[in-house]
């Protein structure tokens, strides 16, 4: 099993920036992508930015590419999102994702809210 535990979520006005935390623990060696999901009320869950964990290659949806940027302290076990230049539309709920040896593993989520 692996565990994710998010952190870093809060209300921020547009143009301003949040970085969110995934911390995970447990069974992490079966771990081969780690991904950022959104979930805005009434839409469905969108891929944000996602990290391949042998050899770290990023890629991003376009809505957010030159924005977000994910990284991972690899000896914290944790992956982040920095999340720049912040706009209403990036409101919802975050979620951390961990794919790996045929199981997906899902973190409780964390809210953004963007608003003046």
């Known amino acids: 099993q692996v565990q994710l535990v998010e952190s870093g979520g809060g209300s921020v006005q547009p143009g301003g920036s949040l970085r969110l935390s995934c911390a995970a623990s447990?069974?992490?060696?079966?771990?081969?992508?780690m991904r950022w999901y959104r979930q805005a009320p009434g839409k469905q869950r969108e891929l944000v930015a996602s990290l391949i964990t042998t050899g770290g290659s990023t890629n991003y949806a376009d809505s957010v590419k030159g924005r977000f940027t994910v990284s991972r302290d690899i000896a914290k076990n944790t992956v982040y999102l920095q999340m720049n230049s912040l706009e209403p539309e990036d409101t919802a709920v975050y979620y951390c994702?961990?794919?790996?040896?045929?199981?997906?593993?899902w973190g409780q989520g964390t809210q953004v809210t963007v608003s003046s």
């Open positions: 994702n961990a794919w790996g040896w045929g199981s997906d593993y």
């Open positions: 447990g069974s992490i060696f079966k771990i081969t992508i």
